[in-house]
C-alpha cells in the first residue's frame, strides 16, 4: 500500500505573538541563601527540591498549563508527530547473544514500545518469546533493564525497571519452560548479575527509609549480595560491605568459566574517576576478595577475560588511550604485567574476547577500525567494515566459531554483521530497512574547527545533497562533551524528519568525550570544563562563518551533561542561537551532589567543597549564570517525573528562574516535564511525542517552513 505523506506549508507569522502572549506561572520564592567559602549565594527555589509536595506537583502542573497548549498551538505538530511515528515503523534488531544451545537477541516490531526478548535453538531455530514487557504491570513504561543466562542455560536472570527509574527489580526465569520463578530481588541499583553454581552476585541500596523520596534521596552503602535460587532475598548472603566509604560503588562479576569473582570498586564522589579491582578465586574457595589493583586511582582496569589463571586486563595505567595486559592475580604488581596490547595513537574503544582471539576496535578520528589478535596480542587481521562508521559487538563465547558486530553511521542505518573468525569474512546477517529512506539523497562529512585556545575538533555533519551554502539553512547543533563518553555519529530515524526539511545536523565531539582518550577527556574536566563550553561556541561560529547557516537559523540541543552544556552557553553566548533544547540537564553545579547517585559526578565536575572547584563550577553553573534583562534564545527545557539520575528539580529550578530573570524580547521560555518517563523516555511512543514537540519547537522557532516530504 502506497500513501503520500506531506507536512503542509504554513505562514509562520503567528510566532511572536504566540512567545508575547504567554505567561508563565508565578513561582514562589523564599528566603534561603547558602555560603560557600565566603560567598553567599541565594536559592530562592529550593523548595522545588521537593518532588513529594503538593505545592511542587502544582507548580509542574502550572508549566505544563503553559506549555502543552503553546505545542499543540503549532499548526504542523500533530503531522510531525505522524511523520516521526512513520519514520520508526520497521523492525528492530539487537545482536544475537549465545548461551549453551540458545540464542537471544531483542527485536521491536515497529511501533512497539518495548521491544521483545526472543530466545531460539541453535541459529536456524524457530524464534520463541521469551520476556515481553509490553504484556507486564505497568505498561508500556516497564521495560526490561537487564538479562543474563546462566552457564548452564538453565535460568537467567532479568531486571525490571518501571517508569523510566534507575531502580530494578531481579526475577529469574527458567530458559526450556519459560516460567518465571518465585525469586524476587529489590532495590537493585548500579549492578551487574554474575551467576555462579547456583545463584548470582548483585550489588543493591538499602531499601530507603519510610517517607524518604525513592527518586531524589541520596543512595548511601552500596553492598554486594549473593543469591541463592530457590529462597528469599531476606536469606541473601551479604558478600562486601565498605561501610567507611558509604559513596562507593561495588560491583562482582565473574569469568565465563566462572572461576573468579571480580570485585570493582569506584569512589567518584572522592573525584577519582578510575577504580580498584579484587578477585576471589572460587576453584580455590577463597572467600576474601584479594587485591589487584588496590588503590583507587584516576586509572581504569576493566577484566576483558582470564586466561586459567591469569588475567587479560584492558586499562588506561600509563596509557591515555588504553592498552590490554596479562596479570597474574598471585604476583600483582606492575613489575610483573606482561603487555598484550600496546598503546596506539589511537584510542581502544573495547576489547573482547570470543573463538581464542582477541577482538579490539579503536577509534580513530571518530570512526572505528576493529582488529583480530591471537591470544599473546599477534594481530592475524582487521576486520573490513562497510565504510568510516561506528561498529560494536564482537563479544562470543570460547567455543565460538564466529561472533555478530553492529555497524552504522549517520546516513547508514543499523546493520549487524556475523563474522566468521576462521575465514575472516563478514556477512550481512540482517539489516535495517527504514521506511522511505534513500541514502542517495544525503550526504555527511567529517570537518575539523579550531576553537578559542587553538585545539583542533572534530564535527560530523549530515544533510541534504545540494546544501547551498548561503547561511540560510536550519542547523541542529547536538553535542555532549563529558565523562569520557564518545558522542558517536550515529543513525537516527527519528532525525530524518528535520533532514527532509532541509536541515543540517551538526555532531561536533567537544573536549571531555572519549573521542580522544583519556587526555581529551581531561582537557573537559573540573576547572577545566570551560574548554567544552569553548569548543560548542566555536562549532557554532565555525557553522555560521562556512555559511551553513546564521544564528537566526541555529539550534542548539544537548541531553544531561549535554543539558548542562547548553544552559552555560546560551548564558555565555545567548545571541549566539535561537533557538535552546536543553534535556534533563545538571543545572545546579552547586548541588548536584546532593540527590541520588549525583556525587558519582564529582570526578567530572568537581564539588562545591573544595574552594578552588567551587569558584569554577559558580562561573558556569547555568541555574546561577542567567543573566537577568538578556534576550535569550527561544528555550524549551525538558525533565520527566521519574528521572532519578538528574533529579527533575534542576530544571525545575532553571526553568523558574530563567523565566523570572530572563529580558522580555527573549523567546518562549518553556519547560516539558513527561510523566512515568524518566532520564531517558520510558517507552518508544514517549520518545516519538517528545522528539516530535521537540523538532516542532525548532521549527516554528527557527521559522522553517514545512514541505511535502517523499512517498512510502
Given at each position: 500500500?502506497?500513501?503520500?505523506?506531506?507536512?503542509v506549508?504554513?505562514a509562520?507569522a503567528g510566532?511572536?505573538?504566540?512567545a508575547?502572549?504567554?505567561?508563565?506561572p508565578?513561582?514562589k520564592?523564599?528566603e534561603h541563601?547558602d555560603?560557600?567559602?565566603?560567598?553567599?549565594?541565594?536559592?530562592p527555589?529550593?523548595?522545588?527540591?521537593?518532588?513529594m509536595?503538593?505545592e511542587?506537583?502544582?507548580w509542574?502542573?502550572?508549566?505544563?498549563?503553559?506549555t502543552?497548549?503553546?505545542l499543540?498551538?503549532i499548526?504542523?505538530?500533530?503531522?510531525?508527530?505522524?511523520?516521526?511515528k512513520?519514520?520508526?515503523?520497521?523492525?528492530k534488531?539487537?545482536?544475537?547473544?549465545?548461551k549453551?544451545?540458545?540464542?537471544?537477541?531483542?527485536?521491536?516490531d515497529g511501533l512497539q514500545?518495548?521491544s521483545v526478548l526472543?530466545i531460539q535453538?541453535?541459529l536456524d531455530?524457530?524464534?520463541?518469546v521469551?520476556?515481553d514487557?509490553n504484556?507486564?504491570?505497568?505498561?508500556?513504561?516497564?521495560r526490561?533493564?537487564?538479562?543474563?543466562?546462566?552457564a548452564?542455560?538453565?535460568?537467567a536472570?532479568y531486571?525490571?525497571?518501571?517508569?523510566?527509574?534507575?531502580w530494578?527489580?531481579?526475577?529469574?526465569?527458567?530458559?526450556?519452560?519459560?516460567?518465571?520463578?518465585a525469586d524476587?530481588?529489590d532495590?537493585?541499583?548500579?549492578?551487574?548479575?554474575?551467576?555462579?553454581?547456583?545463584?548470582?552476585y548483585?550489588?543493591?541500596?538499602?531499601?530507603?527509609?519510610?517517607?524518604?523520596?525513592?527518586?531524589?534521596?541520596i543512595n548511601l552503602?552500596?553492598?554486594?549480595?549473593?543469591?541463592k535460587l530457590?529462597?528469599?532475598?531476606?536469606q541473601?548472603?551479604?558478600?562486601?560491605q565498605?561501610a567507611?566509604?558509604?559513596?562507593?560503588?561495588?560491583?562482582?562479576g565473574?569469568?565465563?568459566?566462572?572461576?573468579?569473582?571480580?570485585l570493582t570498586?569506584s569512589?567518584?564522589?572522592?573525584?577519582?574517576?578510575?577504580n580498584a579491582?579484587?578477585?576471589?578465586?572460587?576453584?580455590?574457595?577463597?572467600?576474601?576478595f584479594n587485591?589487584?589493583?588496590?588503590?583507587i586511582t584516576?586509572d581504569?582496569y576493566?577484566v576483558?577475560?582470564?586466561?586459567a589463571?591469569k588475567?587479560?586486563?584492558?586499562?588506561?595505567?600509563t596509557a591515555?588511550?588504553g592498552?590490554?595486559?596479562?596479570v597474574?592475580?598471585?604476583?600483582?604488581?606492575?613489575?610483573?604485567w606482561k603487555?598484550?596490547?600496546k598503546?596506539?595513537?589511537?584510542v581502544?574503544?573495547?576489547?573482547?574476547?570470543a573463538?581464542?582471539?582477541?577482538?579490539?576496535?579503536?577509534l580513530k578520528?571518530?570512526t572505528t577500525?576493529?582488529?583480530?589478535?591471537?591470544?599473546?596480542?599477534?594481530l592475524?587481521?582487521?576486520?573490513e567494515?562497510?565504510?568510516?562508521g561506528?561498529a560494536?559487538?564482537?563479544?562470543?563465547?570460547r567455543d565460538?566459531?564466529?561472533?555478530?558486530?553492529?555497524?552504522?553511521s549517520l546516513?547508514?542505518?543499523?546493520?549487524i554483521?556475523?563474522?566468521?573468525?576462521?575465514?575472516?569474512?563478514?556477512?550481512?546477517?540482517?539489516?535495517?530497512e527504514?521506511?522511505?529512506?534513500?541514502?542517495?539523497?544525503?550526504?555527511?562529512?567529517?570537518?575539523f574547527?579550531t576553537?578559542?585556545?587553538g585545539?583542533?575538533?572534530?564535527?560530523?555533519?549530515?544533510?541534504?545533497?545540494?546544501?547551498?551554502?548561503d547561511g540560510?539553512?536550519?542547523t541542529?547543533?547536538?553535542?555532549?562533551g563529558g565523562?569520557n563518553?564518545?558522542?558517536?555519529p550515529?543513525?537516527?530515524?527519528?532525525?530524518?524528519?528535520?533532514?527532509?526539511?532541509?536541515?543540517?545536523?551538526?555532531?561536533?565531539?567537544?573536549?571531555?568525550?572519549g573521542e580522544y582518550?583519556?587526555d581529551?577527556?581531561?582537557q573537559?574536566?573540573k576547572?577545566?570544563?570551560?574548554?567544552?563550553?569553548d569548543?560548542?561556541?566555536?562549532?557554532?561560529?565555525w557553522?555560521?562563518a562556512n555559511k551553513?547557516?546564521?544564528?537566526?537559523?541555529?539550534a542548539?540541543?544537548g541531553?544531561?551533561?549535554?543539558?548542562l552544556?547548553v544552559?552555560a552557553?546560551?548564558?555565555q553566548?545567548?545571541?549566539l542561537?535561537?533557538?535552546?533544547?536543553?534535556?534533563?540537564?545538571?543545572?545546579?553545579?552547586?548541588?548536584?551532589?546532593?540527590?541520588?547517585?549525583?556525587?558519582?559526578?564529582?570526578a567530572d565536575?568537581g564539588s562545591?567543597?573544595?574552594?578552588e572547584e567551587?569558584k569554577?563550577l559558580y562561573?558556569y553553573?547555568?541555574?546561577h549564570?542567567?543573566?537577568?534583562?538578556?534576550?535569550?534564545?527561544a528555550t524549551?527545557?525538558?525533565t520527566?517525573?521519574?528521572?532519578?539520575?538528574?533529579?527533575?528539580?534542576?530544571s525545575?529550578k532553571?526553568?523558574?528562574?530563567?523565566?523570572?530573570?530572563?529580558?522580555k524580547?527573549?523567546?518562549p521560555?518553556?519547560?516539558?516535564?513527561?510523566?512515568?518517563s524518566?532520564?531517558?523516555s520510558s517507552?518508544?511512543?514517549?520518545?516519538?511525542?517528545?522528539?516530535?514537540?521537540?523538532?516542532?519547537?525548532?521549527?516554528?522557532?527557527?521559522?522553517?517552513?514545512?514541505?511535502?516530504?517523499g512517498?512510502?
Amino acid at each position: 500500500m502506497k500513501f503520500k505523506y506531506a507536512l503542509v506549508a504554513v505562514a509562520l507569522a503567528g510566532t511572536t505573538a504566540v512567545a508575547q502572549q504567554l505567561t508563565y506561572p508565578t513561582t514562589k520564592k523564599i528566603e534561603h541563601v547558602d555560603t560557600y567559602h565566603g560567598t553567599k549565594v541565594a536559592d530562592p527555589y529550593r523548595w522545588l527540591e521537593d518532588d513529594m509536595s503538593k505545592e511542587t506537583a502544582a507548580w509542574v502542573e502550572a508549566e505544563n498549563k503553559v506549555t502543552f497548549p503553546y505545542l499543540e498551538a503549532i499548526p504542523y505538530r500533530a503531522q510531525l508527530h505522524a511523520r516521526v511515528k512513520q519514520l520508526n515503523d520497521y523492525p528492530k534488531y539487537g545482536s544475537p547473544s549465545r548461551k549453551g544451545p540458545y540464542y537471544f537477541f531483542s527485536k521491536n516490531d515497529g511501533l512497539q514500545d518495548q521491544s521483545v526478548l526472543y530466545i531460539q535453538k541453535g541459529l536456524d531455530g524457530t524464534p520463541e518469546v521469551l520476556l515481553d514487557p509490553n504484556k507486564w504491570p505497568g505498561a508500556p513504561t516497564t521495560r526490561l533493564a537487564g538479562f543474563a543466562p546462566s552457564a548452564d542455560a538453565k535460568y537467567a536472570v532479568y531486571g525490571i525497571s518501571k517508569a523510566g527509574s534507575d531502580w530494578q527489580q531481579y526475577k529469574v526465569i527458567e530458559l526450556a519452560t519459560k516460567k518465571t520463578l518465585a525469586d524476587t530481588i529489590d532495590w537493585v541499583k548500579v549492578s551487574g548479575i554474575a551467576w555462579h553454581a547456583d545463584g548470582f552476585y548483585y550489588s543493591r541500596y538499602p531499601e530507603p527509609a519510610k517517607g524518604q523520596s525513592e527518586k531524589a534521596a541520596i543512595n548511601l552503602d552500596h553492598r554486594v549480595y549473593f543469591h541463592k535460587l530457590g529462597t528469599p532475598q531476606s536469606q541473601d548472603r551479604q558478600i562486601y560491605q565498605d561501610a567507611a566509604n558509604p559513596q562507593r560503588f561495588n560491583i562482582v562479576g565473574t569469568t565465563e568459566d566462572e572461576r573468579f569473582a571480580l570485585l570493582t570498586v569506584s569512589d567518584r564522589g572522592k573525584g577519582k574517576d578510575g577504580n580498584a579491582l579484587f578477585i576471589r578465586d572460587l576453584s580455590r574457595g577463597q572467600r576474601e576478595f584479594n587485591p589487584v589493583v588496590k588503590d583507587i586511582t584516576n586509572d581504569s582496569y576493566g577484566v576483558v577475560d582470564n586466561v586459567a589463571d591469569k588475567l587479560l586486563i584492558e586499562t588506561n595505567h600509563t596509557a591515555p588511550n588504553g592498552r590490554v595486559v596479562l596479570v597474574d592475580p598471585k604476583k600483582p604488581g606492575e613489575a610483573n604485567w606482561k603487555t598484550i596490547l600496546k598503546e596506539k595513537p589511537e584510542v581502544l574503544q573495547g576489547a573482547s574476547t570470543a573463538g581464542g582471539k582477541i577482538f579490539a576496535t579503536y577509534l580513530k578520528d571518530v570512526t572505528t577500525h576493529a582488529y583480530v589478535y591471537d591470544m599473546e596480542g599477534n594481530l592475524e587481521n582487521e576486520v573490513e567494515l562497510p565504510g568510516p562508521g561506528i561498529a560494536g559487538g564482537f563479544f562470543g563465547n570460547r567455543d565460538d566459531t564466529f561472533v555478530f558486530y553492529s555497524f552504522n553511521s549517520l546516513n547508514v542505518p543499523p546493520t549487524i554483521y556475523r563474522y566468521d573468525i576462521a575465514t575472516k569474512k563478514s556477512t550481512v546477517f540482517r539489516r535495517a530497512e527504514v521506511p522511505g529512506y534513500n541514502a542517495d539523497l544525503y550526504e555527511t562529512k567529517s570537518v575539523f574547527y579550531t576553537s578559542k585556545d587553538g585545539t583542533k575538533v572534530p564535527m560530523f555533519l549530515v544533510h541534504k545533497k545540494g546544501l547551498k551554502l548561503d547561511g540560510t539553512n536550519p542547523t541542529l547543533l547536538y553535542a555532549y562533551g563529558g565523562f569520557n563518553i564518545v558522542q558517536s555519529p550515529t543513525f537516527s530515524a527519528t532525525r530524518l524528519a528535520l533532514l527532509e526539511q532541509g536541515f543540517v545536523y551538526a555532531n561536533a565531539n567537544l573536549r571531555g568525550g572519549g573521542e580522544y582518550g583519556e587526555d581529551w577527556h581531561r582537557q573537559g574536566m573540573k576547572l577545566k570544563k570551560q574548554n567544552v563550553f569553548d569548543d560548542f561556541i566555536a562549532a557554532a561560529e565555525w557553522l555560521i562563518a562556512n555559511k551553513y547557516t546564521s544564528s537566526d537559523r541555529l539550534a542548539a540541543q544537548g541531553g544531561s551533561n549535554g543539558g548542562l552544556l547548553v544552559g552555560a552557553v546560551i548564558n555565555q553566548r545567548p545571541e549566539l542561537f535561537k533557538v535552546a533544547i536543553p534535556q534533563v540537564g545538571v543545572m545546579d553545579m552547586l548541588r548536584f551532589d546532593k540527590f541520588t547517585i549525583g556525587f558519582n559526578w564529582r570526578a567530572d565536575y568537581g564539588s562545591s567543597e573544595d574552594a578552588e572547584e567551587f569558584k569554577a563550577l559558580y562561573a558556569y553553573s547555568p541555574l546561577h549564570n542567567i543573566k537577568a534583562g538578556a534576550k535569550y534564545p527561544a528555550t524549551l527545557i525538558t525533565t520527566a517525573d521519574h528521572d532519578d539520575r538528574v533529579v527533575p528539580a534542576h530544571s525545575f529550578k532553571y526553568a523558574a528562574t530563567l523565566q523570572e530573570k530572563a529580558g522580555k524580547d527573549s523567546g518562549p521560555l518553556l519547560i516539558r516535564i513527561d510523566t512515568s518517563s524518566g532520564h531517558g523516555s520510558s517507552s518508544q511512543s514517549k520518545a516519538i511525542e517528545t522528539a516530535a514537540d521537540i523538532y516542532a519547537f525548532i521549527m516554528h522557532n527557527l521559522g522553517v517552513k514545512p514541505m511535502v516530504t517523499g512517498t512510502r
